[in-house]
């Protein structure tokens, strides 16, 4: 399947950052998110901007 949107880096970042801080809003305890995907797809990147945003850290397992 083709998609007709090209992605920006920063799109899925802002996407991720949205709905952390919408279920932050509400929340007291910590928050943890998972990122799945396959190998290569950009998870460790990914969690680190959000991390960089949202003040919070990113560790791999």
Not at 1 to 13: A, I, Q, R, Y
């Amino acid at each position: 399947m083709e998609s007709n949107h090209s992605w920006n880096v920063k799109e899925p970042v802002q996407i991720v950052v949205n709905c952390i801080q919408q279920c932050l809003k509400d929340h007291t305890s910590p928050l943890v998110v998972s990122i799945d995907g396959g190998s290569g797809a950009g998870k460790s990147s990914i969690a680190s901007e959000v991390a960089s945003y949202i003040g919070g850290y990113s560790r791999s397992m």
